[in-house]
């Protein structure tokens, strides 16, 4: 089979199955206690360091535990971790704070009862007394 001239056109092309747009499934919903955890954790290195801290530390575990065991129909993992992580350092904080004011007030205790015990009261040619503190 010969041409003479310009070879004929290629046939028409067939869309593909995957023409439109891609399809993403909806994400599964969180956690229900996900956002609650996380909320305590923010507010225990913010404001109220064991109150909230503990709290958001055994809700993040629990969160975590249960959206791994759901198979994927939970979402909330990541809130679950920071819920905890974020419960975790409120609650070193807060303890480390409360050490330290007790170190201060014990370290202000042994100062000053050392600066008592060096006041002496000093005599000038047995005349006058000066007391100096």
């Known amino acids: ?13 067939q869309p593909g199955p995957m023409s439109g747009p ?5 994400p599964p919903p969180n956690h229900g ?16 360091g064991l109150f909230t801290g503990i709290p958001a530390m055994v809700m993040g575990r629990r969160v975590t535990r249960e959206v791994r065991a759901s198979g ?9 971790q920071a819920a905890f ?3 975790l350092i409120g609650t070193f904080l807060s303890c480390f704070s409360g050490l330290l004011v ?7 205790g042994t100062v000053s009862s050392s600066f008592e015990q060096t006041c002496t009261t000093v005599s000038t040619n ?5 007391s100096s503190c």
């Open 1 to 13: 089979m010969s041409y003479d001239g310009a070879p004929p056109p290629p046939p028409p092309q």
């Open 22 to 26: 891609p399809y993403y499934a909806a």
């Open 33 to 48: 206690s996900a956002v609650t955890a996380l909320v305590l954790g923010i507010l225990s290195v913010v404001l109220c």
């Open 72 to 80: 994927g129909a939970l979402g909330g993992e990541g809130l679950g």
């Open 85 to 87: 992580w974020t419960g």
């Open 102 to 108: 007790v170190g201060v007030f014990a370290f202000g």
């Open 126 to 130: 047995g005349q006058s007394s000066s």
